[in-house]
């Protein structure tokens, strides 16, 4: 048996916390929060700590805190020889302070608290400063899911980016559709089984080979009817430089 | 019976053609190609016309060519009160000439060679110029796909726009995250369970709802990395427009 304690209590931490209790191998010690009623019901108030001094051991202890707080907290966990680990896309392994033994457990995922996540598929992306560490992390991130990688902080900067694009950004060019849409007394639920597509069409073609539409066809005359159906100057700008973008490929 | 006729050889006529070929009371009659070999080898030799005037009638003559082309195509059919109908999501109903039975068969879905699409969850939004004629419509439409609308040629216009952003321009973000890995010599493949998941993710969220990342958290300092680290001053550009238009919700 596994013992993991989770210091945060965020989006990344609550879903971790939901996994944690399905799984028979892994036992969640504590959690630590600031503020004891953010942390979801299905973890005892017992096993919920706001001081970190009252923290025992336990075989690892997952940082989920915002990129900025993974310093201080690591700097307040007071055990000996504590195995620490954060799960920041962006921050090194050397973020974490006072312990010789580092490591990162970052999940490439997006998560939100209303809709339910399916580890099973999400990509763990691990990194530790010793061997015996790493097998420990992998051990866990197994228990979770089928995708594990060895993956560098360098490397890790550089996926952290990439997501920021395949994610961030497409979902707010979605929101910004979901306005078009609304002004304009459409259902944005009518581009839902396209937006499913986009994502599933990209399983199996590169996004290269996958482009279509006005940009990619050079068709002009569509383009100047679009930009003229934008009002809003933020989404104009946004259509040309995307468009030029394509065209210029 | 109802019998139909593609004019045009591109994407969407493509999977028009295997569509049609597999409903038993739906005949495909001709295909017009200017040509032969573009169309799929499941539609025999003497079904495919180079020539408009070695048209038949059909219950329904289907133009899925480029939007320029709609309208001379469209004059070319030289069949008594034939009922014609484009596939463009840009083009308003009357683009179509030289009849009074005028239609729009539009299928909001991103179509490609080498990706088989499910017709039955694509929305198909109709149009025609009388009741009768819709009616015919809806009834080709229905035994394709389980999502069908009425939808007039201004909605269509605000809906093809808001599938450029949900799709083409989304598909190029992933294009552009594709390039960021391989310059760093990073798998794009660990970044697809992410792109499925931001798609489903909106299938329950409000794509504004849903947003996460450094833009929305207001974190400086890793939009400030994250542009250093693009060299690229077109994805820099992208980068730095679209986080602002995040931030500026």
């Known amino acids: ?55 025992e051991p336990a075989d690892i202890f997952i ?27 962006t921050q090194p392994i050397d973020e974490i302070q006072n312990t010789n033994r580092k490591g990162v457990l ?7 608290y209303d809709k339910e996540v399916n580890f099973n598929k999400v990509p763990f992306c691990l990194e530790a400063s010793n061997t015996e560490d790493f097998k420990l992390l992998d051990t866990i991130a197994i228990c979770f899911t089928e995708k594990v990688f060895k993956i560098s902080s360098e490397q890790r900067k550089v996926i952290h980016l990439s997501a920021v694009f395949v994610n961030n950004f497409t979902n707010h060019l979605c929101s910004l559709a979901e ?9 944005f639920d009518i581009l839902k089984p396209l937006i499913v597509e986009t994502a599933d069409k990209l399983q199996v073609l590169s996004p290269k080979d996958a482009q279509t539409g006005p940009a990619i066809r050079g068709d002009v005359k569509t383009i100047e009817r679009h930009l003229e159906m934008l009002k809003d100057s933020n989404k104009k700008e946004i259509y040309q430089i995307i468009t030029n973008s394509i065209i210029n490929k």
């Open 1 to 55: 048996m596994i013992t993991i304690s989770i210091l945060g209590a965020g989006k990344v931490a609550h879903h971790l916390i939901l996994n944690i209790l399905e799984q028979d191998n892994l036992k969640l010690q504590q959690v630590y929060s600031r503020h004891k009623n953010k942390v979801t019901d299905l973890v005892t108030d017992n096993q919920i700590i706001t001081d970190l001094n009252l923290l």
């Open 63 to 89: 940082i989920a805190v915002s990129d900025d707080a993974i310093a201080e907290v690591s700097k307040s966990v007071v055990l000996n020889n504590a195995f620490i680990v954060h799960t920041s896309g």
């Open 106 to 112: 970052y999940m490439l995922q997006t998560f939100s």
């Open 179 to 187: 306005e078009i849409c609304k002004e304009n007394s459409v259902p």
